[in-house]
């Protein structure tokens, strides 16, 4: 099933066509709404909110709504839902969908965190592909979004169903497979397996989108190529390094690829710290008992980010130290700017 990529076509989910086939993989604590913006102007096609019980969202629960939360302008975007009963899944796919900012209902049936798999959810999808195929039905039923599913190429060794998941998720109606392919038992570690892609590709009629190990527009032209999917889904190469998105869509346009200059960095950390502190202080104040120090939290939870950013713009390990410490929002972009925007950094870079 191996196919020439000469020319890359737009990709069709249902309804939604992007014109690249590049998506951001749903990252819970990472993939925070300015992110997702900073990617997608970057040339991905498609994000995910982080994922979202659909328990809390027919409660109403207001931290579940929180992860909901969007910006304008930041489409095309799928509300990423969990849960294990199927009309518990509809109804909350038709909230979302009446929100009328999404432009897809994605069904996890891979994530292998204890809390979910306890509860039936995510990965314990795969060992039961009947209730997968009814709750993909349900949902379909219940909204006129397309309706996907992300899940894995198996559980273990000795339990990789992928195929027939593939089977039920399709007969359930659904308009696109995502497909980490790794089994659950890996959970991120070592390589994808291309093989499981190709198979599950020839298998079943819908779209399928790689994932797994993608960090350059090699490896994801290399993933193309070689098992035929119709995209590919980029994970953590993604944190600290939005620009992989421009990357891999000029070597998909035959396009020159520019890399971002001090500048750019220092542009694209700022506007994503002020933005987290700016959505984190909003849900601060939705709380009973608010943090008693928001600034402190939105820090913290940046610093995932900051660590990745500052090592792919070249800032030195000596100088990214006292960066890492800082609590307060301002004075450490003060010392971004400083770090970065040295007259001789780019220059530095370069050697
Ligand atoms: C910190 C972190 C959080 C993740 N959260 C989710 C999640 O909520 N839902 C999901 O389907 N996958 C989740 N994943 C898996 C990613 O979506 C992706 O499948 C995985 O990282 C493999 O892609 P990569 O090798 O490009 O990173 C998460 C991965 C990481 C590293």
Redesign the pocket.
């Known amino acids: 099933m191996r196919r020439p990529l000469s020319v890359v076509e737009p990709l069709r989910i249902g309804s939604l066509e992007l014109s690249l086939p590049l998506v951001l993989?749903?990252?819970?604590?990472?993939t925070d709404s300015t992110f997702r913006t900073i990617c997608l102007e970057r040339g991905c096609g498609l994000v995910f909110t982080?994922?979202v019980s659909s328990e809390g969202i027919v409660r109403d629960n207001t931290r579940t709504l929180n992860y909901l939360s969007t910006q304008p302008g930041e489409r095309p975007i799928a509300a990423?839902i969990y849960g294990s009963d199927p009309e518990v899944m509809a109804r909350a796919a038709r909230r979302v969908e009446m929100l009328g900012r999404f432009d897809l209902i994605d069904i996890?049936a891979?994530?292998p965190v204890p809390k979910i798999v306890r509860k039936g959810s995510g990965v314990a999808l795969m060992r039961d592909p009947y209730r997968l195929r009814e709750i993909v039905h349900a949902v379909v039923s219940a909204v006129s979004l397309p309706v996907t599913v992300?899940t894995r190429s198996g559980i273990s060794p000795d339990n990789a169903n992928i195929s027939q998941v593939a089977r039920a998720i399709e007969e359930g109606g659904a308009s696109a497979i995502f497909l980490?392919a790794?089994l659950a038992s890996s959970v991120?570690s070592g390589p994808?397996d291309l093989d499981v892609l190709c198979r599950v590709k020839a298998e079943v009629s819908i779209p399928v989108i790689g994932?797994?190990?993608?960090t350059n527009a090699q490896n994801a032209l290399f993933m193309l190529k070689e098992t035929g999917v119709d995209g590919i889904?980029?994970?953590?190469?993604a944190i600290g390094n939005p620009w992989v998105f421009a990357e891999i869509a000029a070597e998909l346009t035959h396009n020159k690829y520019h890399p971002p200059g001090a500048r750019d960095w220092v542009n694209a950390m700022t506007r994503h710290l002020r933005g987290l502190y700016t959505a984190m202080s909003h849900e601060n104040n939705q709380r009973k008992r608010p943090r008693p120090y928001p600034e402190r939290a939105a820090c913290n939870r940046f610093r995932g980010h900051l660590t990745k950013y500052l090592r792919h713009a070249g800032c030195p390990a000596r100088a990214r130290r006292a960066l890492l410490e800082q609590e307060e929002v301002e004075p450490l972009l003060r010392l971004v700017r400083k770090a970065l925007q040295s007259p001789h950094f780019d220059e530095h870079r370069k050697q």
């Open positions: 993989a749903p990252m819970a604590g990472y982080e994922l990423h996890n891979g994530c992300k980490h790794r991120h994808a994932n797994g190990g993608i889904m980029v994970g953590r190469a």
